[in-house]
């Protein structure tokens, strides 16, 4: 993986710094590292929670991006 946790949450700090309203954009890579990266977790015990704190978002935002990952289109 190109991207680490420490450069995903500086991303994560500097795009909510931006914003005026509503969720943060985030780059289709950062959601596919984020989804990797809790993925991972999961089979090292770590909990969804536990990733998306350690990547500085929600748990229902990473929870969502996880589900959308496996949905097939249509």
Do not use: C, H, N
Not at 35 to 50: E, F, I, K, N, P
């Amino acid at each position: 993986m190109q991207m680490t946790v420490e450069r995903f949450r500086e991303e994560v700090l500097r795009r909510r710094g931006e914003r005026r309203r509503g969720a943060a954009p985030y780059s289709p890579e950062q959601r596919a590292f984020a989804v990797a990266y809790a993925r991972a977790g999961l089979s090292q015990d770590r909990s969804v929670t536990a990733s998306a704190a350690a990547l500085g978002i929600s748990d229902p935002t990473l929870r969502e991006w996880m589900a959308q990952s496996t949905a097939k289109p249509g």
